[in-house]
């Protein structure tokens, strides 16, 4: 069977993770808890040397980064997958795949940046986040949503038009990500609130809260960090996050 190797506190993962399952795709669940350090381990170093997650195992054949790994599930499963999820149409593909290439330098960069700030700054730099970096990343946020709402939502349903697509599913979790740390990116968004709603009924309210569980517990995550054998390692790591 298909091991993903996951942490449910990354939106990469959680989008896999929530495709996967909505669409019934087979797979095993394989944990790898960042908070701890487990991405640097021996063992998963040699089923990637990149050492992040996700990580697609099918069979022999190992693939990383969640887009190219959603993408493989969609056309693997393409007989299973409906059509709206990854159309075959020339133009609305393309939109997909705009969206792909547009939300790593955008929304996830800073979606996770404030999430990253609001969760770990002060257990990492050992000092008080600076107002004007917080404020920065706030505003950074603000701007993705807007183009989020403003380019690909505009006055749709969803990213391509009345029916769900990937896109969405790539998007939410990202903007759920600094909600983890008591930042709502959905407030004052009345179209944002409606499209996460439509989104989160079409995947499934039961699936979408089981994948955003750990997220909503994630204030234990400076402690863990702190804990684990792995600290000290992780460290300098995560201090050039801030830099």
Not at 119 to 132: G, N, R, T
Not at 148 to 174: N, R, T, Y
Not at 201 to 214: R, S
């Amino acid at each position: 069977m298909m091991e993903l190797y996951l942490d449910l506190i990354s939106p990469p993962c959680r989008s896999v993770f929530l495709f996967a399952r909505a669409l019934r795709i087979p797979f095993e669940f394989k944990v790898v808890d960042l908070a701890t350090g487990q991405q640097y381990s021996k063992e998963f170093g040699d089923l990637s040397i990149v050492r992040k997650v996700p990580v697609m195992k099918d069979g022999g054949f190992i693939l990383t980064e969640s887009t190219a790994i959603l993408e493989y599930l969609m056309q693997k499963y393409s007989g299973s997958v409906a059509d709206h999820w990854f159309p075959a149409d020339l133009q609305q593909r393309a939109r997909v795949n705009e969206y792909f290439s547009w939300q790593h330098m955008n929304l996830r960069t800073h979606c996770s940046k404030v999430f990253l700030l609001r969760a770990l700054y002060q257990i990492v730099m050992d000092s008080e986040i600076p107002k004007e970096t917080m404020d920065f990343a706030v505003e950074n946020v603000k701007q993705s949503l807007n183009l989020l709402e403003e380019k690909f939502l505009q006055s749709k349903p969803f990213i391509l038009g009345d029916k769900i697509s990937v896109a969405d599913v790539v998007a939410i979790v990202e903007i759920m990500q600094p909600f983890g740390t008591g930042f709502d990116g959905f407030e004052g968004r009345p179209k944002l609130i409606a499209w996460r709603d439509r989104v989160k009924k079409e995947l499934g309210e039961k699936l979408f809260e089981e994948a955003h569980e750990a997220l909503m517990k994630s204030s234990n995550m400076p402690q863990k960090l702190k804990n684990s054998g792995n600290f000290a390692q992780l460290k300098p790591i995560l201090q050039k996050l801030f830099h």
